[in-house]
């Protein structure tokens, strides 16, 4: 019983984390106002925050896009959906020769803060990374946006 109690509790109170939904009026200033001078004319925005984040969520020019910045308003990391088809060619090979697969069922660009253009693919239900010319980098789980990586020639 008390084994079953201590999950419970570990579950409801654990370290986990997940994103709170925010009103416009808990964003920071700072946040709202880098925003605002990207995307001027975007009206409607779903904020959420994630520990120290803070992530607008919009459609721009029908497409469905996000901005995740720090507190003072310095953009992190855009997340834009694509379609399969704007993919390099080079992921469909690799997804094709390597995970057996020709369906990539979402596709979304990714540009962390130093410009850095990666592609993030989910095949068969698992997310891989791939560099901007289609080279495989790796699971998503095993790699971090915000650190500035070397695009090793692309």
Known sequence: MK??????YLLLFGSITFAQDLNYSEVPE????????IYPDI???VWEKEE???EAFFNYNNIETSLILDSTGKVLLRKEEISANTL?????EYSSQNLNSDK??????LTNEFGVIIFKVE???TDYLFG?????????????????????GE
């Open 88 to 92: 390099p060619v080079n992921i469909k």
């Open 123 to 125: 095949i068969d239900g």
């Open 3 to 8: 084994k079953i109690i201590l999950i419970i």
């Open 104 to 109: 990539i069922n979402k596709a979304i660009m």
């Open 52 to 54: 120290n984040n803070y």
């Open 30 to 37: 700072e946040v709202k106002a880098s925003f605002v001078d």
């Open 132 to 152: 901007v010319e289609g080279n495989f980098i790796s699971k998503e789980s095993e790699y971090d946006y915000y650190e500035k990586y070397e695009d090793n």
């Open 43 to 45: 009206e409607k925005v």
